[in-house]
């Protein structure tokens, strides 16, 4: 009923009403159509009505309750999941009301802590439609409301609220946009929506619910909802769609069941831009065919192979990185000596290379999701928030690079050495392996500049896309050692060794020491100066001891690996806490930076500005060029200093939960990382990774009235 | 062949590299911020988190009586034998750290709080020794599911009964109990019993009151030795402030 409330109440009555409001307003004391707010730091509750009095015959009452909830708490639906609780209410202390009729809008699905829920955060109005005993006469709510919020811990609220409506007219148009607006969202009823065909299938040892059906206009992005009654615990549905959108299967796994008789099986369904049904499907003996075997679930399988295709040319990009390229180049240089040693062993080690890139990149891939599964936040390019982690880079780069300008080599004992040479091919061919997984280890500080978004679509998506993602990575990575093993004459193509590899050889040790020094710049911001310069003399340290002559090479390891210990140790200590500095205001180029404050963006929205949100850190490159070549250049540069607008920094140099938590709400997990906001989009534009001046113009022009502003500045 | 070597080192300080920068960013985390309680005095909790102040201290919605039939336990009447009433009898020896856990049957993250602490007592053995409490927070269901968990700590099945709830809801029919009881291993007979008894009644009390006295603002909490935790918390630094209780002493709240 009421979600026919906008086709009641069309627009051109509702100016006539406008003028009525204003007249009641002033000349009597018709009440307020909501109660006293009832405020905690979890939520704020409201009843409100649509009708500011009981005009003269009126039978029905358009009403809500209106939650408002605070950063991070979350309430519950009917169903509320595994655990939870919805709301109840007790109107019992009202007068004047013959019956009721409350709406559950559609839920929204949370998990946490592992554990599936349904419910609401920010914002929710329950609609209730209300048929009065008697037509015309006054009406008092009074709402015993029990209400479970939790955030990570779970407050209870009981609270009462009441509101009176005498006899009188007009409309609250504040009151009446927010039921509205929630009404719209309540689940419609199948035909209503478009829905036919309904059918479900519970399979008799109660393992899951497969359901099936059609609608008229394609599914975008679908999610169900079962309810089998309050004992039975459904999990996460696999949903497929068919027939061009237009078909909609989904098994939702049974967690835990009652024995015993069930109740009738309700599904609700959402899809984007607000739709949501509810239907009762038709019991059919056996489960609904999927449309095809492999789930998309919601994810555009071109937007995979476009993911999948970056991230193989981002591995192939990283074969060229400081951090990698001295390891393909040793690897052409071995095999150059090889020379007439045939195709066969040319193969063989390559093909041992690149199966030691994909074991790497697989590894990494399967312990990131692992790590996903048990709750951690995962990032791309976190790492690079720990001291300790940029501290061992450093070493590790600062080693690579002494040795390959020639200030030691890393020899073996002989009496290894004489053995190796005896075992034949086996070591060799694991030395290969080696050489591959090694170059992907090198890789990964590399790519979080350059594959954030690759990597990061796969974190946040479904094991198949970490899998696709990290496939292709270590493919793209792993080409050139396939192309060789592939084409093994190629390698005598390559010029014959002599002088110019030592050049050669010089040159990536330099390219590797720049890439050194950015990460020792990297760790002053993180780590401050004293652990970095610890770090720093470590490792200088560390490479005099390996370069000196007259010691036996495994003293000299030894030495070596002990002091690497013992660095490690000092930067834990010695870097000066891993606060976060993200609360730092700045100014560059013209543009005054305020620190990144989620609650001020609300605020400044409702100001009527125009808020620019740039997620930063020192260590991510892509950042600095978005800065460099977009952000501090005119016109966008002009545009974040006129006023109006407000520009927002969040420094994510070093962890901060607030800024994690930010990225998190829009599916993110690695940065370059820019939203507008303003009066015309208050939920944000997300930009893409790589800002263009255009996108960025474009933004800001459709964030907020103040156009021409931004545009003569 | 030294080129080999060489990469091979290299790639086992990759390896640590790899390795590292998931494992050790919890070692140089340091300890929370603490700010005294006013009241009971001599404890402590965890500034800043989630639990922001502001809320009106918890008082559970329908344990311990109603308004007809009020609490017979006061806040102020355990104050004299505070320690007990809030860890049990089992952690009156130094050397060992006492957890109070606080937890409802609704509440998410208190499933996880149970299964973290207990997991934390098998591997800290006789280092800590927790003290099971529950705070029903709303309605019958709530408060039946506290008196199982409660009746199954009698028989040393509390954190399986936790654990049994994980993915199976509450219910409180015979059918259900007599399940639970076989895939808890407890007796069902004396599960039944405790659950109605008198004891439990009193320890449901004793839990409302101390969360009165430590005005909690919901579930789940803990108390660790003098310091009082709310919301999430990293397993490390929960070590961490045990470890830190052990060094400092805690008794002297008691």
């Known amino acids: 009923m009421l979600t026919r409330f906008k086709a009641d109440c069309p627009r051109i009555l509702a100016g006539a009403m406008l003028a009525a409001i204003f007249f009641s307003a002033a000349s009597s004391q018709v009440g307020a159509a909501s109660s006293d707010p009832v405020t905690t730091p979890?939520?704020?509750?409201?009843?409100?009505?649509?009708?500011?009095?009981?005009?003269?015959?009126?039978?029905?009452?358009?009403?809500?309750?209106?939650?408002?909830?605070?950063?991070?708490?979350?309430?519950?639906?009917?169903?509320?999941?595994?655990?939870?609780?919805?709301?109840?209410?007790?109107?019992?202390?009202?007068?004047?009301?013959?019956?009721?009729d409350f709406q559950w809008p559609a839920p929204e699905r949370f998990t946490a802590f592992g554990i599936e829920n349904f419910g609401y955060h920010d914002e929710v109005v329950f609609p209730i439609r209300i048929t009065l005993e008697e037509p015309g006469a006054p009406v008092r709510l009074s709402a015993d409301v029990t209400l479970l919020t939790c955030s990570d811990i779970c407050v209870p609220q009981d609270f009462v609220m009441s509101l009176d409506l005498p006899s009188g007219v007009g409309i609250d148009e504040e009151s009446a946009a927010r039921i509205t607006a929630f009404a719209d969202r309540v689940p419609l009823d199948a035909s209503a929506a478009g829905i036919t065909d309904v059918?479900?299938?519970?399979?008799?040892?109660?393992?899951?619910?497969?359901?099936?059906?059609?609608?008229?206009?394609?599914?975008?992005?679908?999610?169900?909802?079962?309810?089998?009654?309050?004992?039975?615990?459904?999990?996460?549905?696999?949903?497929?769609?068919?027939?061009?959108?237009?078909?909609?299967?989904?098994?939702?796994?049974?967690?835990?069941?009652?024995?015993?008789?069930?109740?009738?099986?309700?599904?609700?369904?959402?899809?984007?831009?607000?739709?949501?049904?509810?239907?009762?499907?038709?019991?059919?003996?056996?489960?609904?065919?999927?449309?095809?075997?492999?789930?998309?679930?919601?994810?555009?399988?071109?937007?995979?192979?476009?993911?999948?295709?970056?991230?193989?040319?981002?591995?192939?990009?990283?074969?060229?990185?400081?951090?990698?390229?001295?390891?393909?180049?040793?690897?052409?240089?071995?095999?150059?000596?090889?020379?007439?040693?045939?195709?066969?062993?040319?193969?063989?080690?390559?093909?041992?290379?690149?199966?030691?890139?994909?074991?790497?990149?697989?590894?990494?891939?399967?312990?990131?999701?692992?790590?996903?599964?048990?709750?951690?936040?995962?990032?791309?390019?976190?790492?690079?928030?720990?001291?300790?982690?940029?501290?061992?880079?450093?070493?590790?780069?600062?080693?690579?690079?002494?040795?390959?300008v020639g200030a030691f080599e890393i020899a073996l004992p002989s009496r290894l050495q004489t053995r190796l040479a005896h075992a034949g091919s086996t070591p060799g061919l694991f030395g290969d392996f080696a050489a591959g997984a090694f170059a992907a280890v090198l890789a990964t500080p590399c790519s979080a500049p350059f594959l954030g978004t690759a990597v990061a679509f796969a974190l946040g998506g479904r094991g198949i896309d970490i899998a696709v993602v990290f496939t292709f990575l270590g493919l793209g990575l792993a080409s050139p050692y396939l192309v060789i093993a592939a084409r093994p004459g190629l390698v005598r193509r390559l010029p014959k060794p002599g002088r110019w590899?030592?050049?050669?050889?010089?040159?990536?040790?330099?390219?590797?020491?720049?890439?050194?020094?950015?990460?020792?710049?990297?760790?002053?911001?993180?780590?401050?100066?004293?652990?970095?310069?610890?770090?720093?003399?470590?490792?200088?340290?560390?490479?005099?001891?390996?370069?000196?002559?007259?010691?036996?090479?495994t003293a000299r390891s030894v030495t070596a690996a002990a002091l690497a210990v013992v660095m490690l140790f000092a930067t834990g200590t010695l870097s000066d806490g891993l606060s976060s500095r993200g609360t730092i205001a700045s100014e560059s180029g013209g543009i005054a930076w305020l620190p990144f404050e989620r609650g001020e963006i609300a605020r400044r929205i409702s100001m009527g500005e125009v808020v620019f949100v740039d997620v930063t850190a020192d260590w991510c490159l892509t950042c600095k060029a978005n800065k460099a070549l977009v952000l501090d250049r005119d016109p966008v540069a002009a545009s974040l200093g006129s006023p109006g607008v407000v520009a927002m920094q969040a420094d994510w140099t070093r962890p901060d939960e607030a800024i994690s938590r930010y990225l998190e709400g829009f599916g993110r997990f690695g940065i370059p990382f820019n939203v507008v906001y303003g009066p015309g989009v208050p939920e944000g534009i997300v930009l893409p990774e790589l800002l263009t001046a255009d996108a960025v113009m474009d933004a800001l022009d459709r964030a907020g009235t103040r156009r021409e502003l931004s545009r003569t500045e | 062949?030294?080129?080999?070597?060489?990469?091979?080192?290299?790639?086992?300080?990759?390896?640590?590299?790899?390795?590292?920068?998931?494992?050790?960013?919890?070692?140089?985390?340091?300890?929370?911020?603490?700010?005294?309680?006013?009241?009971?005095?001599?404890?402590?909790?965890?500034?800043?988190?989630?639990?922001?102040?502001?809320?009106?201290?918890?008082?559970?919605?329908?344990?311990?009586?109603?308004?007809?039939?009020?609490?017979?336990?006061?806040?102020?009447?355990?104050?004299?034998?505070?320690?007990?009433?809030?860890?049990?009898?089992?952690?009156?020896?130094?050397?060992?750290?006492?957890?109070?856990?606080?937890?409802?049957?609704?509440?998410?993250?208190?499933?996880?709080?149970?299964?973290?602490?207990?997991?934390?007592?098998?591997?800290?053995?006789?280092?800590?020794?927790?003290?099971?409490?529950?705070?029903?927070?709303?309605?019958?269901?709530?408060?039946?599911?506290?008196?199982?968990?409660?009746?199954?700590?009698?028989?040393?099945?509390?954190?399986?009964?936790?654990?049994?709830?994980?993915?199976?809801?509450?219910?409180?029919?015979?059918?259900?109990?007599?399940?639970?009881?076989?895939?808890?291993?407890?007796?069902?007979?004396?599960?039944?019993?405790?659950?109605?008894?008198?004891?439990?009644?009193?320890?449901?009390?004793?839990?409302?009151?101390?969360s009165r006295l430590f005005a909690f603002v919901g579930t789940p909490a803990m108390v660790v030795g003098r310091t009082v935790i709310q919301g999430e918390i990293s397993d490390r630094t929960l070590r961490r402030i045990i470890s830190l209780e052990r060094e400092e002493g805690w008794s002297s709240v008691c």
């Not at chain 2, 603490?34 to 009106?56: I, M, T, Y």
């Not at chain 2, 606080?102 to 020794?129: H, I, N, W």
Request: charged share 15%.
């Open chain 2, 1 to 210: 062949m030294a080129d080999r070597r060489t990469l091979l080192l290299m790639l086992v300080a990759g390896g640590a590299v790899v390795g590292g920068f998931r494992v050790l960013p919890s070692l140089v985390e340091g300890l929370p911020d603490f700010e005294p309680l006013d009241d009971p005095p001599g404890f402590r909790r965890v500034a800043g988190g989630s639990v922001s102040s502001g809320f009106n201290p918890f008082v559970g919605l329908s344990v311990g009586g109603s308004e007809e039939t009020p609490a017979r336990v006061t806040p102020d009447s355990l104050r004299a034998d505070l320690c007990s009433h809030l860890f049990g009898t089992a952690a009156r020896s130094e050397g060992v750290v006492p957890i109070a856990s606080f937890a409802d049957y609704y509440c998410p993250y208190c499933r996880v709080q149970t299964k973290r602490l207990s997991d934390l007592a098998s591997d800290l053995g006789s280092e800590v020794a927790i003290e099971w409490h529950e705070l029903p927070l709303l309605g019958e269901t709530s408060i039946l599911a506290a008196r199982a968990a409660l009746a199954a700590k009698r028989q040393d099945a509390y954190v399986a009964f936790h654990e049994s709830l994980l993915t199976s809801p509450f219910r409180a029919n015979a059918e259900y109990l007599s399940l639970l009881s076989e895939r808890i291993g407890v007796d069902h007979t004396r599960l039944i019993a405790d659950m109605e008894s008198e004891s439990v009644s009193r320890e449901l009390e004793i839990s409302a009151a101390l």
């Open chain 1, 501 to 553: 590899m030592g050049v050669l050889r010089a040159g990536l040790g330099l390219l590797l020491g720049g890439t050194a020094l950015w990460l020792v710049w990297v760790m002053i911001g993180v780590a401050g100066p004293i652990a970095t310069l610890a770090s720093v003399a470590m490792t200088a340290v560390i490479v005099g001891v390996l370069s000196m002559r007259g010691v036996s090479g």
């Open chain 1, 42 to 100: 979890a939520v704020t509750a409201q009843l409100l009505t649509v009708e500011n009095g009981i005009a003269p015959g009126a039978g029905t009452l358009s009403a809500g309750l209106a939650l408002d909830l605070a950063e991070g708490w979350k309430t519950y639906w009917r169903t509320p999941g595994e655990v939870g609780f919805p709301p109840e209410i007790d109107w019992s202390g009202s007068q004047n009301i013959a019956s009721m």
């Open chain 1, 199 to 404: 059918s479900a299938h519970v399979d008799p040892d109660m393992r899951a619910v497969v359901i099936s059906m059609r609608r008229e206009a394609p599914f975008v992005v679908p999610d169900v909802f079962a309810e089998l009654g309050p004992f039975t615990s459904l999990g996460r549905p696999d949903t497929r769609l068919g027939d061009d959108g237009h078909l909609l299967w989904a098994r939702v796994p049974i967690l835990s069941a009652v024995d015993g008789p069930l109740q009738d099986l309700s599904v609700t369904v959402t899809d984007s831009s607000g739709f949501a049904a509810t239907a009762a499907p038709r019991a059919v003996s056996e489960p609904p065919e999927p449309p095809f075997a492999f789930a998309t679930s919601g994810v555009d399988i071109a937007a995979l192979i476009w993911i999948a295709a970056t991230a193989f040319l981002g591995g192939l990009v990283l074969n060229a990185m400081p951090c990698v390229l001295p390891v393909l180049s040793i690897k052409l240089a071995t095999a150059m000596r090889l020379g007439g040693d045939g195709r066969i062993a040319v193969r063989r080690g390559f093909l041992a290379s690149a199966a030691g890139v994909m074991a790497f990149v697989w590894g990494l891939a399967a312990v990131l999701f692992m790590l996903r599964e048990i709750g951690v936040t995962v990032g791309w390019g976190l790492q690079f928030q720990n001291p300790i982690f940029l501290s061992l880079t450093v070493l590790v780069l600062g080693v690579f690079a002494a040795n390959l």
